[in-house]
């Protein structure tokens, strides 16, 4: 391949190619996909249409597109404080457990107390949450220097661990016949839901104003800046004279905060107790979104909805076809490595050989 | 009582020693590889569906191993040729192999098998651990591998062609992966479930670190972890009330505390973690 088509770099990095890449990723992903189908015997357009348009097609099934991607795009926004400044935060996962967690623990101690405060308390309690099991890593790394990739990893798995152990232990529902969850929390501490009969819950409005939030931090703040510089260009960002700890730990604070956030938006929204598998892997799903979305708030809204219908699709495709809901991850990789390898053209000028 | 428990352990560790040593050669080559969950289950998918199609152990080995090195492979491409971000890549390649080894799988959960007897690959796994170890130690291909890792450009200065040593280094890490899935699927269990892996990938991943990158030491904490595991289950089973999971939380700790002791110190982190770990190249650069 080497010998037929030349890389030449570009100048400076294509805008449009910026852009066009995660469409032309969905557009092959979508290709790749019919002829997975194709070859497990189904319809390709039959099928892709019971995954991609039929889950949409009436108001429940835009509200449940909604209540999935509320926590995607929210982690995503997150992590891409992270990304933006070249720390490799994936243990989202483990944020948003820790978020549930704290946030789900105020849900269940005041379970049988009705007040106004009990839903503030726990949304603060899974903020503080997440981020406090971020500032793990982000500790061990400006302390110790320690590879954060690894780090938050493994913290993701302690933490399913911990609440694995709460849900079969400590906080086991006692009239909840020895299942593995806990009791229901109060009226008091459920999300409202924001249109009768439907599941979409207040959880969006808070991830709509943390996105535009975030919008705000990158586009007309210092620290906004300098994040941006940071990941950009180390060195400029120490010749500035950043502080380098600060961003670190701000950096794994607000995306441990927004994934704990999206914790307790799962709990005291659709769920309204704490069980072992409240997240279907959002906190790393989301890094997809992240990467899809380009990092940007609009990107990230409208990778959110595509990786969402993935989780819809999937679940109908079970329902329907018979096939595995796992089929949902399929797409989720298959975009991702789309993704991954049209970047090239965003740097790079494919030339042919002569 | 302790030939059984040896036992056990013996049978249950393997498929972490042969994911780890697989990634521990990826990483001394200076790539991180993420997909290791995936690529088990691939691995362990393919052996058992070509098992049940063909009653040939044989088909079913060399059917997983050419599907290690196909996973591995897209990863190697993606992040070699297109210069894709590894973790993201690696994490990619994890979601993807969870989804389509269910795809794969689906007809064939609850079929039975005849097992293999683990013994033969139990003992492959020590061989495979030793002949790394002395790979790195004193072959000159070894030394050639550690060079890339540690410095890529200094190595392509040299000579050495940096993108078809990780190649292959990344081949022989998906065809280990897909042993053990193959083990896994076909001695350990032996049947074939959605996600049967169960976090295995992440624990070979935190195996490697444990390891601080020597192979002989992945023996030495693969049966740690296994011990630790088999003893938990032992002390549920004789009534010994104590939760489980704090027992699991194990692996993951011991890694971070490991981290924690090599980075903090300079000369540490040299002597044990690849310089150039996760770091593309691009020799125009």
Known sequence: MEKLIKLVPRGSSSQSMFILAPIFAIFLTLLTGSIIFFLMGYNPSNALKIFFISPISNAYGISELLVKAT???????????????????????????????????????????????????????????????????????????????????????????????????????????????????????????????????????????????????????????????????????????????????????????????????????????????????????????????????????????????????????????????????????????????????????????? | MIFGIVNIILIGTTPLVFAAIGELVVEKSGVLNLGLEGMMLVGAVSAFVTLVLTDSYLAALIVSLISGLVMSGLFAFLVLYLMANQVATGLALTIFGIGISSMIGKKYVGTPIDGLSPYFLIIISFLVVIFIGYFFKKTKLGLIVKAVGESHHSAHSLGFNVIKIRFISILFGGAMSALAGFYFSICYAPMWQEGMIAGRGWIALALVVFATWKPERILLGAYIFGGVAIMQMNLQAFGVKFPGQFFNMMPYLVTILVLVIISGNKLRIKLSAPACLTLPFNKNQ
């Open chain 1, 71 to 354: 926590p995607l795009a929210l982690i995503a926004m997150g992590l891409s404080f992270c990304f933006k400044n070249n720390i490799y935060n994936i243990g989202a996962e483990g944020q948003l457990t820790m978020g549930a967690i704290f946030g789900g623990g105020v849900g269940i101690y005041f379970y049988d107390i009705s007040s106004v405060l009990i839903l503030p308390g726990m949304i603060i309690a899974g903020a503080l949450g997440g981020a406090l099991w971020a500032m793990i890593p982000a500790l061990l790394k400006t302390k110790f220097n320690t590879n954060e990739i690894l780090t938050s990893l493994m913290l993701a798995y302690i933490a399913l661990l911990i609440l694995d152990y709460l849900v079969v232990g400590p906080w086991r529902d006692p009239d909840g016949f020895n299942f593995p969850k806990t009791r229901p929390f109060g009226e008091s501490g459920r999300m409202p839901i924001l249109f009768q009969g439907l599941r979409i819950h207040f959880g969006l409005i808070i991830t709509l104003i943390l996105i535009a939030f975030s919008w705000f931090i990158y586009s007309k703040t210092i620290f906004g800046f300098q994040l941006k510089v940071s990941g950009f260009s180390p060195k400029a960002a120490r010749f500035a004279g950043f502080n380098k700890n600060f961003l670190i730990f701000s950096a794994f604070a607000i995306s441990g905060a927004f994934a704990g956030l999206a914790g307790v938006g799962e709990v005291s929204g659709p769920i309204g107790l704490i069980y072992r598998d409240i997240s279907p892997n959002y906190g790393f799903t989301a890094i997809i979104v992240c990467f899809l979305g380009r990092l940007h708030p609009l990107g990230i809204i409208f990778a959110s909805l595509v990786i969402a219908l993935t989780y819809l699709g999937a679940e109908d495709a079970q329902l329907f076809l018979q096939i595995p809901a796992a089929v949902g991850f399929v797409f989720q990789g298959l975009v991702l490595f789309f993704l991954l390898g049209s970047d090239l053209l965003v740097n790079f000028k494919l030339r042919l050989n002569n």
